[in-house]
């Protein structure tokens, strides 16, 4: 199966290594790009790029096309719904970068077209596909830890003048929101799919504190109540004093730790040379109740690795019919509830109450 692939939105910064990914795929033909900015665009095209298409199509011709079945979404959050809606009515199936849209509020017209249309969408929550979380993922299910009392998280990374202030990331009327929309969101996502725990309420303080002329958060503290009764709390900011200018290019302190009645389970996510570290009291693991796990994950060009592009190619799969199991698909709903909880964190730090989800999808 060979497939021409959309992409709309060069200048995203996300977009080289998204394209790259299409790049490496055996199973797209040749990618037919777009942009609103033909510097950009044009600068695309001097470039080695064997499997670019050619030419300087419109975002309406591609949407015209029959041949080109999928489209890689890439707008600024405040257009983005916009654009999946054009695609979706012209029954393009759809991978975007989260958080989507720049409010929840804006994502019900775009899932409401995406259903209507019959058509798939993906969203970049590719940690989904990271074989660590899926394995961290095995030991709750297991009974590893026993019940889960707590879920501690960390997404820290370089500070906002390594990351252009002026950049519309940090513009509230365009991201929507600041570090817990742009990075925060990976980690409540990763969080409620290791657990496969919803989160019930949420409390909030965010701050903006890097002396940067930006009006989104750039420092956040959430504890998250959990469905089944753990807490879960998530520290975000851009608070790193030392690192490299870019969005691709900068430092990050992550890790993520669950603790129940029978065991622990520690991981930092960017740091590769640090193990896996479980402990467990439970009668399975009586003979080695602490071990570590060291993995190699297979490295690529991709972006997020090998697992990022087995995550786009079973969006592919998923999409044209080969497999229908394939994933990462869904009608929109999981996307919904992560920029909820964070619209809920924004509502808990302005209001000092906690505030509750059911309540607040019903409000």
């Known amino acids: 199966m060979k497939v021409k692939v959309g992409f709309l939105g060069v200048a995203h910064p996300h977009a080289r290594p998204h394209f790259r990914t299409l790049e490496l795929l055996d199973e797209v033909s040749d990618i037919v790009a777009w942009d609103e900015d033909n510097t950009v665009l044009e600068r695309l095209r001097s470039e080695d790029h064997p499997k670019l298409e050619p030419g300087r199509p419109t975002f309406d011709r591609i949407m015209e096309r029959e041949d080109i079945p999928i489209v890689v ?3 600024t959050n405040d257009r983005n719904p916009e654009w999946v809606i054009r695609a979706a009515k012209a029954g393009k199936h759809v991978l975007t970068e989260k958080p989507v849209a720049a409010s929840s509020a804006d994502m019900a017209p775009m899932l409401d077209a995406v259903r209507g249309a019959g058509v798939r969408l993906g969203v970049y929550y590719t940690w989904r596909s990271h074989p660590i979380v899926n394995e ?81 958060e750039d420092t956040a503290g959430v504890v998250m109540r959990m469905g089944g009764g753990a807490i879960a709390t998530l520290h975000a900011g851009y608070l790193l004093p030392i690192s490299q200018a870019g969005y691709l290019s900068g430092s990050y302190d992550t890790y993520l730790g669950f603790r129940g009645l029978e065991g622990n389970i520690t ?40 697992y990022g592009q087995d995550f786009v190619g079973r969006f592919i799969a998923s999409a044209m019919g080969v497999d229908q199991s394939a994933g990462p698909c869904d009608d929109g709903e999981n996307a919904l509830r992560v920029l909820q909880i964070i619209e809920a964190a924004y509502r808990s730090s302005e209001t000092g109450h906690m505030v509750s989800l059911e309540q607040d999808r019903e409000g």
Request: glycine share 8%.
């Open 136 to 216: 961290l993922r095995a030991l709750i299910d297991a009974g590893v830890i026993g019940k889960l009392l707590s879920v501690e998280g960390r997404m820290v990374t370089s500070q906002v003048r390594f990351r252009d202030p002026a950049h519309w990331l940090f513009n509230r009327r365009i991201a929507g929101g600041g570090i817990l929309s742009w990075l925060g969101c990976h980690w409540i996502d990763a969080i409620r799919y290791i657990t496969r725990d919803e989160v019930a309420s949420v409390t909030a303080i965010v701050d903006t504190l890097n002396e940067q002329p930006i009006d989104v």
């Open 267 to 306: 991981w930092y996510p960017t740091e590769d040379d640090r193990p896996v570290v479980v402990e467990s009291t439970s009668e399975a693991w009586n003979a080695t109740p602490r071990r570590e796990l060291k993995y190699v994950v297979a490295e690529s060009e991709a972006y997020g690795g090998r």
């Open 73 to 75: 979404s890439l707008a």
